[in-house]
């Protein structure tokens, strides 16, 4: 069973970093894609960063160029490294583990709380 445990939240003024990580236990057969999404009290989930097997990585315009996300395979350690924070990026960071062997499945981390001060 694969599990996935964030950390590296907290609180930061506006203009600062601060990366996550994620460690991911029981992958035996790689992924298909692994992402960083973020959510806000009454709002959906959104995704921020995905990264798939080739290293190839997407991210929405609201943090292209501040967030890198980065898969490091001996570790089996998610990151995502972000910088000029703002204030709207204020949320509960997740880590998701998509697969598609031997069939489809989701893993959601438990999350961790990142906020921004203006």
């Known amino acids: 069973q694969v599990r996935l445990a964030e950390s590296g939240g907290g609180s930061v003024q506006a203009g600062g970093s601060l990366r996550l990580t994620c460690a991911a236990s029981?992958?035996?057969?790689?992924?298909?894609?692994m992402a960083w999404y973020r959510q806000t009290p009454g709002s959906e989930r959104e995704l921020v960063a995905t990264?798939?097997?080739?290293?190839?990585?997407n991210y929405p315009d609201s943090v292209k160029g501040r967030f890198a996300i980065s898969w490091d395979r001996a570790r089996s350690q998610l990151a995502l490294q972000m910088t000029s924070l703002k204030p709207e990026d204020t949320a509960v960071y997740y880590c998701?583990?998509?697969?598609?062997?031997?069939?489809?499945?989701?893993?959601w981390g438990q999350g961790t709380q990142v906020t921004v001060s203006a």
């Open positions: 998701n583990y998509q697969t598609t062997i031997p069939s489809w499945q989701e893993i």
């Open positions: 029981g992958i035996r057969y790689g992924f298909a894609s």
């Open positions: 990264i798939l097997p080739d290293h190839s990585t």
